[in-house]
């Protein structure tokens, strides 16, 4: 666990005995299921390079959302393995998003501003939402970290859409949509080094406390 959280967060048994937190993820995985499947289409419709990177996103969220539901009330070393692995996905996903946007630079799309504006304000609303029903366990264990950081990653790259909307409307260009989709993808990885480290200190700490 990081310096600044020790005995006073909350640990995943704990987490586990909070029906609260396990409303919260359900929520937050019926959100994301559905914002994916709208997200698509809206990026196809739109020729969008950062609602098509969004939309994956929406996508492992809802897998991971999912997965967190999986591991309440397990051992606590599979929460920690499980945070391990949002960690590398999140990681992986700002990559991936990274090669969408060169290649759409490359092919010279053009997408279109209204489509992602509508779209992007209605996934900024549907992530600030359950980013606020998250607030409350930020300080938790790795896991739940994981969860809180994707909410808030998500809502802030939400807004970039909307912003890059207005910017491809003014200029004409795609280039908004592409800085955007690379801004996106910058906040994956390095919310996703985030989540790996948290991982990484919780597994160092139960090994403090097994052999202590």
């Given at each position: 666990?990081?310096?600044?959280?020790?005995?006073?967060?909350?640990?995943?048994?704990?987490?586990?005995?909070?029906?609260?937190?396990?409303?919260?993820?359900?929520?937050?995985?019926?959100?994301?299921?559905?914002?994916?499947?709208?997200?698509?289409?809206?990026?196809?419709?739109?020729?969008?390079?950062?609602?098509?990177?969004?939309?994956?996103?929406?996508?492992?969220d809802a897998l991971n959302y999912g997965a967190s539901l999986l591991v309440l009330g397990m051992a606590a070393h599979w929460s920690t393995r499980l945070a391990?692995?949002?960690?590398?996905?999140?990681?992986?996903?700002?990559?991936?998003?990274?090669?969408?946007?060169?290649?759409?630079?490359?092919?010279?799309?053009?997408?279109?501003?209204?489509?992602?504006?509508?779209?992007?304000?209605l996934a900024f609303t549907a992530n600030l939402t359950v980013a606020a029903l998250?607030?409350?366990?930020?300080?938790?264990?790795?896991?739940?970290?994981?969860?809180?950081?994707?909410?808030?990653?998500?809502?802030?790259?939400?807004?970039?859409?909307?912003?890059?909307?207005?910017?491809?409307?003014?200029?004409?260009?795609?280039?908004?949509?592409?800085?955007?989709?690379?801004?996106?993808?910058?906040?994956?990885?390095?919310?996703?080094?985030?989540?790996?480290?948290?991982?990484?200190?919780?597994?160092?700490?139960?090994?403090?406390?097994?052999?202590?």
């Open positions: 666990m990081s310096a600044h959280c020790h005995d006073h967060c909350p640990s995943s048994a704990q987490e586990a005995r909070d029906p609260r937190w396990r409303r919260v993820l359900w929520v937050a995985l019926v959100v994301n299921a559905a914002m994916f499947f709208v997200e698509l289409a809206g990026g196809l419709s739109a020729d969008s390079a950062s609602l098509l990177a969004d939309a994956v996103d929406f996508a492992a391990s692995v949002k960690g590398a996905l999140m990681v992986g996903y700002g990559l991936v998003v990274l090669g969408r946007a060169a290649w759409s630079a490359w092919a010279g799309s053009s997408p279109q501003p209204v489509t992602m504006g509508g779209i992007g304000l998250l607030y409350r366990y930020r300080g938790g264990s790795a896991n739940a970290r994981s969860v809180w950081l994707c909410s808030r990653n998500d809502a802030l790259g939400n807004l970039a859409i909307v912003l890059a909307a207005l910017g491809v409307f003014g200029t004409g260009t795609a280039w908004p949509d592409l800085v955007v989709a690379t801004l996106m993808a910058s906040l994956g990885i390095s919310g996703g080094w985030q989540v790996l480290r948290y991982a990484r200190d919780e597994r160092r700490e139960g090994r403090v406390h097994v052999h202590g």
